[in-house]
């Protein structure tokens, strides 16, 4: 499979000027990647954005909420967000380019959490961090101005296993409620022998290497196939509907197109995008036409789950 001709143009930038993780401590890593953070001069407009610190299982938790520049009604829906960057780094800063653009393209207020990180935080605590989060929503809907029965749960990347797995939290403790997952590129499950990741193990951006280093930072080996870290291996019936994109050339597509798979198996509502010439981190990546492709067509599907009539 090929990448997209705008992808192929910048691919060996993106090769070279990404840090090799798998060399590094946790720490080491994250200063690296901050240090990569360009911050654009002129942000996407939204109505609000607020920091605050809630209360989390084990520690307080930062968030950044966004308001929409337009809303479909008095209360809109809330996306609770966990960021990519295997467990280990990203930040608040890292996605507020996605998250001010999911609020605006889905109309919704988006709660993007500064959960806690590995390899200092092991598993399964920054899922427990989303999930508290999730709840916290849910109890401050109407002080938030949004829709307790309209919570979503979202994350790229491993933000997008932390979203599947509060899905299954939330099932397992009878809530809260949730009416949508949104998993873009999700980790799902700790098989480093897939298809996509013999044929992209190397040279497309996120190589196989950095993939097993960042599991091994977050979760020891025997507990990998739990389903709380692998949700390909959970129960999946009765979970909310669910938006997942992948990408053709990223070693993460089998995993996500089997969950996809797994769960319309299940009798869950599945919309699977599958954009066969891109990289995984494809959709925070504005430059490229085929991420702002995704992102229109990801916000219209929530939109269509949330609010079917409008």
């Known amino acids: 499979m090929s990448v997209d001709a705008e992808v192929a143009a910048i691919l060996d930038a993106l090769n ?29 407009p939204v109505a609000e954005v607020a920091e605050r610190v809630l209360p989390g299982p084990g520690s307080d938790l930062p968030v950044r909420i966004y308001r929409p520049v337009a809303t479909s009604g008095a209360e809109a ?49 920054a899922a427990e961090d989303v999930y508290a989060v999730v709840a ?22 491993a933000g997008g296993n932390l979203a599947a797995v509060t899905a299954l939290i939330a099932r397992e403790r009878g809530g809260p409620a949730l009416a949508a997952q949104l998993l873009l590129y999700p980790v799902i499950a700790a098989d480093f022998e897939t298809d996509s990741y013999r044929e992209f193990a190397t040279g497309h951006f996120n190589t196989r290497a950095a993939m ?7 979760v020891a080996v025997e507990d990998r196939d739990h389903p709380h870290a692998s949700p390909l291996r959970a129960e999946l019936a009765g979970l909310p509907p669910a938006v997942v994109v992948t990408a053709g050339c990223d070693p993460l597509r ?33 430059m490229l036409a085929l991420a702002r492709t995704a992102q229109k067509q990801a916000w219209a599907d929530m939109r269509e789950i949330l609010d079917p009539a409008r």
């Open 77 to 125: 829906p809330i996306v609770v967000f966990a960021h990519g960057g295997g467990f280990v780094f990203c930040d608040l800063d890292t996605h507020d380019g996605i998250c001010r653009a999911m609020a605006n393209g889905v109309g919704a207020i988006v709660i993007s959490v500064d959960y806690r990180l590995a390899p200092e935080t092991r598993w399964p605590a």
């Open 254 to 286: 089998s995993e996500g197109d089997a969950f996809a798979d797994a769960l319309a198996a299940e009798g869950v509502r599945v919309n699977h995008r599958r954009y066969d010439g891109a990289i995984h981190g494809f959709m925070t990546m504005g």
């Open 16 to 44: 070279a000027g990404f840090p090799k993780v798998e060399t590094m401590t946790g720490a080491q890593a994250r200063a690296a990647i901050r240090a990569r953070l360009v911050v654009p001069d002129q942000p996407e």
């Open 136 to 157: 916290w929503a849910a109890d401050h809907a109407a002080e938030l101005g949004g829709d307790a029965g309209r919570i979503v749960v979202a994350g790229d990347s």
């Open 212 to 218: 097993q280093w960042y599991w091994d930072q977050y």
